[in-house]
């Protein structure tokens, strides 16, 4: 048995930052990169599946991307994942979701997985919909924003919950093999123990090419997505007014705001 | 002359009110001679046509499928055949849940061009243009879908204002292809009721976001609330985490604060989810150490600062010992 863990290099933006010479993306040197929360997530739901199982589970985490990205693979490794597979390409340099999707259902095809877990999104993109994709190129049944799920290993259908708008919940039942995009707050991610982060140090990164899972450079970059950004532009600063001065003198601002609209005198 | 093609949503019988704003959006894309087409997917199509009757739409197709509520294979199976037959150059879904479950398979599928969270769509010299935010809604992002004949995009809600005045459109019907189901929805669950907050009677709202930093602080911020007189709201991870109840949440898949008219946002840095479920509310005081937060860009007032600090202070205000 197995599931396999779609993972993101997210890319959140320093303090200051500048917009790329051609206009279409941030300058790397202003991103700080971290595994992106929603796998966190997915990650611990495949490792709570492997530990609560009664026969033996593969949990593989699979992400795209440069060398760099091997540090939230080694992550995942010491929060649990049995292995890691990162498969990149200059050509992929890029790419929308649809073609990151494409990329991970051919890994999909060559691991076989019994479930493949995503993020409901990332949190730098907020995209929602390379793990749907994935499945559509898989063929596979899917479903999005799980944030409750059963499944026992090699049952052959897994009961899950939907986290509908409003806080309603939609309980569904789904054929295996399948994909699920898994929300935050379905369980509680843990912390690697520091034996654990030594562990996965030493622990092999398996690196695959494009060629490796059967695609070539038109499948993915531009060429192989569905949208392109033409520009990236700091938006114009919405309309908040500072409240300038001390802690007390923007409290004693705050305390006049909520008596006005309270209609007490001061 | 071509078809902009809105998905209209419904659960439970009702019509999602994001439905109606997909219309408005359609027509800031209309070149000469488009029609707006809303095609309605339900077991009983015919009864959600009524509130649909609005101008600026064209045509509404009643497409009646066999499974109550969402389900993928039958979406897509439906929304592919739509396209099969009337290929639209634009078609309009929900940035919501039920179109992260499909939306994107369709894309995979039919190779459209396609892009979600989108708040923004413009023709610029006969090409549509899409924006979004990117790096967690601190930049927007345009982009474009070169050599695609038919475009799906993913509109958040709360941006584009519902049409008011009624329509004629013509009512047409659809028999989409059989979908064989590969999940089968079971039942709905209602969200816990936690304890007696009301959120969405609440008028004044006091809430607390990872900026809190540990649990154990959420009783400060509790007197703050019942010093001021607020009603004690959390953001997403506050109550993921269990510091509070998931029925003090606010955003998009929390309560819905729709009476609140004074919200005061500490530790929030302002996630799109979050922001949704604020912006009919008339004055926003952000709270945040972090001056670029996005929540500042829909406040009305901010306070860059130490929110400890600004709640000793504030708590002073109303009576409280610093």
């Keep these: 048995m197995k599931i396999m863990v779609a993972v993101k290099q997210v890319a959140a933006l320093d303090e200051d930052f500048e917009i790329r010479g051609d206009g279409r993306d941030v300058d790397p040197d202003f991103l700080i990169r971290d595994l992106n929360e929603w796998d966190d997530f997915s990650l611990e739901e495949a490792v709570r599946i492997k530990e609560a199982a009664a026969t033996p589970i593969e949990v593989v985490a699979v992400s795209i991307g440069p060398d760099e990205v091997d540090e939230s693979l080694r992550k995942c490794l010491a929060k649990g994942a049995d292995r890691a597979v990162r498969i990149w390409d200059d050509a992929v340099t890029g790419s929308d979701p649809i073609a990151i999707a494409r990329i991970l259902a051919a890994v999909a095809r060559r691991e076989s997985p019994d479930l493949l877990f995503a993020g409901v999104q990332s949190s730098d993109q907020s995209h929602a919909a390379t793990g749907i994709a994935a499945a559509a190129f898989l063929g596979w049944p899917h479903a999005a924003v799980v944030n409750h799920l059963s499944w026992t290993a090699g049952a052959r259908t897994a009961v899950f919950r939907r986290e509908l708008e409003g806080g309603l919940l939609q309980e569904v039942e789904i054929d295996a093999p399948a994909a699920l995009t898994i929300q935050l707050g379905i369980n509680t991610p843990r912390y690697a123990s520091l034996r654990s982060i030594k ?52 409290a004693r601002r705050l305390a006049a705001i909520i008596r006005e609209f309270k209609g007490d005198p001061a | 002359m071509s078809a902009i093609l809105v998905i209209a949503e419904q659960r439970r019988g009702e019509l999602r009110p994001q439905s109606l704003e997909l219309i408005t959006a359609a027509q800031a894309l209309r070149k000469a001679g488009d029609e707006v087409v809303v095609a309605v997917i339900a077991p009983d199509p015919g009864r959600f046509v009524t509130p649909l009757r609005l101008a600026g739409v064209d045509e509404i197709i009643e497409v009646a499928v066999g499974t109550a509520e969402f389900d993928p294979d039958t979406f897509e199976a439906a929304v592919g055949a739509l396209i099969a037959e009337r290929r639209p150059s634009v078609v309009l879904v929900a940035h919501s849940v039920d179109s992260f479950g499909y939306a994107a398979a369709l894309a995979a599928t039919l190779a459209l061009g396609f892009a979600t969270d989108v708040f923004a769509v413009q023709q610029v010299e006969g090409a549509l243009v899409a924006t979004r935010g990117g790096y967690g809604q601190k930049v927007s992002v345009e982009v474009d879908f070169p050599g695609r004949s038919t475009v799906l995009l993913a509109l958040r809600g709360n941006v584009f204002k519902p049409p008011e005045a009624p329509g004629a459109p013509r009512i047409t019907s659809f028999t ?34 990872r900026g809190i930093g540990e649990e154990a602080n959420v009783a400060q911020f509790r007197e703050l609330a019942d010093a001021v007189g607020a009603t004690l709201g959390c953001s997403r991870p506050i109550a993921d985490a269990g510091w509070l109840p998931k029925s003090r949440q606010v955003g998009q898949s929390g309560k819905t604060a729709t009476a ?63």
Excluded: W
């Excluded at chain 1, 899972?213 to 499948?219: K, W």
């Excluded at chain 2, 530790?267 to 799109?272: E, K, L, P, R, Y």
């Excluded at chain 2, 901010?302 to 000793?312: L, M, P, Q």
């Design chain 1, 199 to 250: 562990q996965a140090a030493a622990k092999p990164i398996e690196v695959l090419s494009l060629h490796d899972v059967g695609l070539g450079e038109a499948d993915v970059g531009e060429a192989g997505s569905s949208s392109r950004v033409r520009r990236m532009y700091v938006p114009p600063k919405g309309q908040a007014q500072l409240i300038e001065g001390d802690a007390a003198a923007q």
């Design chain 2, 176 to 209: 989409p292809p059989a979908a064989a189901s590969r999940s089968r929805a079971r039942a709905f669950i209602e969200p816990p009721a936690g304890d007696d907050a009301d959120m969405t009677g609440a008028e004044f709202i006091l809430t607390i976001g």
């Design chain 2, 260 to 322: 609140c008219k004074l919200y005061i946002a500490m530790g929030v840095s302002g996630a799109i989810q979050h922001l949704a479920g604020m912006k009919h509310v008339n004055t926003i005081v952000a709270v945040n150490s972090d001056a670029n937060a996005s929540i500042f860009g829909v406040a009305t007032y901010g306070i860059v600062g130490d929110i400890f600090e600004i709640a000793n202070e504030l708590k002073h205000e109303f009576g409280g010992a610093a």
